[in-house]
C-alpha cells in the first residue's frame, strides 16, 4: 500500500512564515526576502514528508496568505478595484487579502469566511461580470518545479473547479453556470501546462461534494468534470473530497473518469457503507482518508486496521491518506517541552502523522500485525490516560434531569420582574465585556506569568485598572457595567487555564488566517471547576460602583468549540462537563451578589454540521440545552445575557431563542440587518442588543449614524427589548477611540429615550 496526504502546514515550525510576511507588510523587507524564507520554508517542509516515507508528496498546498485566493489570482478572478490600483502581482494579492490604503488608492479586503467546519479562514473571491476567467498564473507549476530541482516528485494540489465555483461570490448578474464554458477551458490549460511538465498525478480538492447537494449542484458538478477531464492526456487526475462523506454523488463521481478518489473516512459517517454498498471501481485508486487531519490524538491503529482490511476484503488496495489537509494540527510535537511524556505519547502533530501512515503501511502489509511492536504499542495508548477519568464528574453528568435543562419561572414572568429590580431606562446601554487592552495591561500578565511579579502586585495593578474603567463607563454613563476582563488574554484560555481536565502547549500553533494563528487547548480528561474563577474581579468591581456590574463567563460550547476535544468521549458529553463548570461559576457570581451574568457564546454556530439534516440532532440538540443547564439554577431576578461574535443566526434563530437567556447581544452593524425582519418574523422572545458600530475598525461612529441604526431596529424590534451596545468586546481597540465611540453611542441612546417620551 502506498501512502498520501493532503497537504502539509505550511507557516512553518515555528511560525516563520507569519513573522517573516508581517515584515513585508511593515515594508522592513524586500519582495525577494519574503519569497526567499517562503522557499526554504518549502524546502525543509518537502524534504520531512520525503524522509518519512511518504508516497505522495503535495505541492502547491503552500500559500503566501490563503489557497482560496491563490486559486482566484491563478485563474484572474480578482476584482477591477484591485486591478485598478495597478500594483505589482503580490501587493495586489496581499491588497486582496488585508485591504489596501497608500499612494495608488484606498480599498478594503475581500471578505473572509469560515473554511467549511473548521476555524481556518478564507478570503472569499469576488467575480465579476466582466471577468475573464482564464489560466494566469504560474504558482503551482513553479513549485512543482522547485520540488523537482531539488528531487521530488510532488503531486500538485489544487482547488477544485466545482467548489471554486461554489464559493465564489458573484456581484454582478452572471451566475456560476456562466462562467462554465470559461473555467473549463482555463482548468483544461492548467493540466495541458501539467502534462508538459510531465507530472504524474494532479489532485483536486471538491470539499463542497460533502454537502447537501441539490439536482442542479450535481449536474453542474458532472458537466464541468466531463469536460475537463476529456483533456487530462497522461495525468492522472486525484478528485479529493473532506469534511464528511459524498452520499448525494457517490456513484457519479465514480462514474467519471477520475484515476484516483479521495474519501474521508474519519468525519464522513457513511463513507465505509458507501463503498461496501455500492463497491468502487476497480481501475481507480481509492485514497482512504483514515488518519484524522484535524486532532491532535494518535491514531487507533486497531480500527484504522480494521476499515482497512474491509477495503481489501473488496479488493480494494487503497492508498492511507489523512482525513483532510493536515494544515489544522500544529507543526510537531518536538516544540513542547513541558507536556509529560505520558500525555505526549497521546498526540500526534502533523509531523508525527508523517509517522503513523508509515507505521500503518508496514502493519497493513503484514499478515499478522497483532504482535508487532507498533501494533501492541499503540493499542496500549486506548486502554488507559493518566489523569483523565474522573468519576465524580462522570457521576453529576449522568444524574442530569431533564428539568436541570430548565430554567424558572418562564421568560415572560422574569422579565417582568426583573424590569422592577434593575429598574433601568428605556434602552439600556452596555458593553460586551472587554476593554482596550493596552500595552501595560498585557505587560502586567506577563511579568507575573513569568513570576517578575507577584500575585498582590498583579492583582493591585489589574484593580486599579478597573477602577479606572469602571469611572470611566460612568462618566460616559452606560447603564449596565463590567470590569473590563484586564486580567483574561484569551476568552477561552483564560477558564481553560483554570478548569481542571485541560492542557496547554507551548508552540502547537494553527493557522486561522493569513498570518493569524490560534494555539487551542487541549481537552485531557474530565472537566471540573475547582475554585471560583471570575468571583474576586466581579465583586471587587460591583464594590465600587451603584450600578449593576455584568458577571462575564464563557459559555461550555465555546469553550469546547475553540478547543481540540476529546475523541473517547462525545462531544456533548464533553460540553456538558464543561457546562455543569460553568454552572457552578455562575451560581458563585449569583451568590456574591452579581445580579447579571453574562455567558458568551461567540462560537456556537462553529461546529454546525455541514449538511442541515443533521443540524440539530448532531448539535443543537445538545448544545442550546449545554448552555440552559448552565443558568437554569439562578433566581428569577438574576438576568442572564449572552453574546454571539455574528449575526448569521437567521437559520437557527429559534433554537437562539431556546437557549433561554434574558438578553442576546451580537455582530449586527457589518451585516445589512436582516436579522432584524426574522427576529420579528419569529417573533423571537428574548431581548436584544444588535451592535450599533463595528469595533473591527478604529473608526468613530457619529450620534447621527448611531440613530439611523437604531431607528431602523426599531422599525423591527419592540420599544422594551431593545439594548444598545458595541457588536464585539473592545479589547483591540485604543482608548481614546473607545470612549469617543461609547460617549456617542450613550448620546444617540439619550435621544431615543427623548423621542419616545
Ligand atoms: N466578553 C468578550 C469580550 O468582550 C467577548 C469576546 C467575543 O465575543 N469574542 O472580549
Ligand atoms: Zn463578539
Redesign the pocket.
Known amino acids: 500500500m502506498l501512502t498520501s496526504i493532503i497537504g502539509y502546514p505550511r507557516v512553518g515550525k515555528l511560525r516563520e512564515l507569519k513573522f517573516v510576511t508581517e515584515k513585508y507588510f511593515r515594508s522592513e523587507i524586500t519582495v525577494d526576502e519574503l519569497q526567499q524564507t517562503a522557499k526554504e520554508i518549502r524546502k525543509t517542509q518537502w524534504n520531512i514528508l520525503k524522509d518519512s516515507g511518504l508516497d505522495f508528496i503535495p505541492s502547491n498546498d503552500f500559500s503566501l496568505y490563503d489557497n482560496v485566493l491563490d486559486t482566484a489570482s491563478l485563474f484572474n478572478i480578482i476584482p477591477s478595484r484591485y486591478k485598478e490600483l495597478d500594483l505589482s502581482e503580490i501587493d495586489t494579492y496581499f491588497a486582496m487579502a488585508r485591504g489596501y490604503q497608500g499612494k495608488s488608492g484606498d480599498v478594503k479586503a475581500l471578505a473572509m469566511k469560515k473554511w467549511f467546519n473548521t476555524n481556518y479562514h478564507y478570503m472569499v473571491p469576488e467575480i465579476e461580470d466582466e471577468t475573464e476567467i482564464r489560466l494566469a498564473g504560474t504558482k503551482p507549476f513553479d513549485e512543482f518545479k522547485e520540488a523537482s530541482l531539488l528531487g521530488i516528485k510532488t503531486k500538485p494540489v489544487v482547488i477544485g473547479v466545482f467548489t471554486l465555483l461554489k464559493l465564489l461570490r458573484y456581484t454582478g448578474s452572471k451566475s456560476a453556470e456562466d462562467f462554465s464554458e470559461e473555467i473549463i477551458k482555463a482548468y483544461s490549460n492548467l493540466i495541458a501546462e501539467f502534462g508538459k511538465l510531465g507530472i504524474e498525478w494532479l489532485q483536486f480538492d471538491e470539499p463542497y461534494l460533502v454537502y447537501d447537494l441539490t439536482k442542479e449542484d450535481i449536474t453542474l458538478f458532472e458537466r464541468l468534470y466531463k469536460n475537463i477531464l476529456g483533456s487530462k492526456g497522461k495525468v492522472k487526475i486525484l478528485l479529493q473530497t473532506y469534511f464528511g462523506d459524498v452520499r448525494d454523488v457517490y456513484n457519479q463521481l465514480n462514474a467519471l473518469d477520475f484515476d484516483g478518489v479521495g474519501l474521508d473516512f474519519v468525519e464522513g459517517k457513511k463513507t465505509l457503507d458507501l463503498v461496501k454498498a455500492n463497491g468502487f471501481p476497480k481501475d481507480k485508486l481509492l485514497f482512504a482518508g483514515v488518519v484524522n487531519g484535524k486532532n491532535i490524538w494518535r491514531n487507533n491503529y486497531k480500527k484504522t486496521l480494521l476499515i482497512l482490511s474491509e477495503l481489501k476484503e473488496k479488493e480494494i488496495n487503497p492508498v492511507i491518506n489523512t482525513s483532510c489537509s493536515l494544515l489544522h494540527v500544529p507543526y510537531t510535537l518536538k516544540n513542547e517541552t513541558k507536556l509529560s511524556t505520558e500525555c505526549t505519547r497521546h498526540f500526534s502533530f502533523a509531523q508525527e502523522k508523517l509517522g503513523e501512515l508509515a507505521e500503518l503501511k508496514k502493519l497493513v502489509e503484514l499478515d499478522k500485525f497483532e504482535y508487532e511492536e507498533p501494533f501492541i504499542a499503540n493499542t496500549r495508548l486506548f486502554e488507559h490516560r493518566e489523569n483523565c477519568y474522573d468519576a465524580d464528574v462522570q457521576k453529576r453528568v449522568s444524574e442530569i434531569q431533564e428539568s436541570d435543562f430548565i430554567r424558572h419561572p418562564l421568560f415572560e414572568e422574569r422579565e417582568k420582574i426583573q424590569k422592577e429590580e434593575f429598574k433601568l431606562p428605556q434602552f439600556p446601554t452596555t458593553t460586551?465585556?472587554?476593554f482596550p487592552q493596552t500595552a501595560d495591561i498585557k505587560a502586567n500578565r506577563t511579568a507575573y506569568r513569568k513570576g517578575e511579579i507577584t500575585e498582590e502586585e498583579y492583582i493591585e495593578f489589574n484593580r486599579k485598572k478597573i477602577a479606572e474603567c469602571i469611572a470611566m463607563q460612568e462618566e460616559i454613563g452606560l447603564d449596565v457595567l463590567v470590569h473590563g476582563?484586564f486580567e483574561r488574554n484569551d476568552?477561552v484560555e483564560y477558564f481553560g487555564e483554570k478548569l481542571k481536565g485541560y492542557l496547554f502547549s507551548e508552540k502547537a500553533w494553527v493557522q486561522s488566517y493569513g498570518t493569524r494563528c490560534v494555539k487551542p487547548p487541549i481537552i485531557w480528561g474530565d472537566v471540573s471547576r475547582t475554585k471560583a474563577m471570575t468571583v474576586s474581579w466581579s465583586v471587587y468591581a460591583q464594590s465600587l460602583t451603584e450600578k449593576t456590574m455584568k458577571g462575564?463567563l464563557t459559555g461550555p460550547v465555546t469553550i469546547l468549540n475553540w478547543s481540540f476535544p476529546r475523541e473517547d468521549i462525545s462531544l456533548k458529553e464533553s460540553t456538558y462537563q464543561i457546562a455543569l463548570a460553568i454552572r457552578d461559576e455562575v451560581l458563585d457570581l449569583q451568590a456574591n451578589g452579581i445580579k447579571i451574568i453574562?455567558i458568551?457564546e461567540?462560537a456556537l454556530r462553529e461546529k454546525l454540521p455541514l449538511r442541515k439534516s443533521d443540524w440539530y440532532n448532531e448539535y443543537l440538540d445538545w448544545a442550546i440545552p449545554a448552555f440552559r443547564l448552565v443558568h437554569s439554577g439562578v433566581k428569577a431576578k438574576t438576568q442572564i445575557h449572552t453574546?454571539m461574535?455574528y449575526s448569521e443566526f437567521t437559520d437557527i434563530i429559534s433554537a437562539i431563542d431556546n437557549m433561554d437567556a434574558d438578553v442576546i447581544t451580537f455582530e449586527a452593524s457589518r451585516s445589512d440587518l436582516q436579522i432584524l425582519d426574522s427576529l420579528k418574523e419569529n417573533n423571537f422572545k428574548t431581548q436584544v442588543g444588535p451592535g450599533v458600530y463595528d469595533i473591527h475598525s478604529p473608526r468613530i461612529p457619529s450620534v447621527e449614524e448611531i440613530q439611523t441604526a437604531l431607528n431602523k431596529m426599531l422599525e423591527k424590534i419592540n420599544t422594551e427589548k431593545l439594548w444598545i451596545n458595541p457588536d464585539?468586546?473592545?479589547?483591540t481597540r485604543g482608548e481614546t477611540e473607545t470612549t469617543a465611540s461609547l460617549k456617542n453611542m450613550v448620546a444617540a441612546a439619550k435621544i431615543l429615550r427623548n423621542e419616545s417620551n
Open positions: 460586551i465585556g472587554s476582563e476568552m462575564m453574562q458568551d461567540a453574546h461574535c464585539c468586546g473592545l479589547k
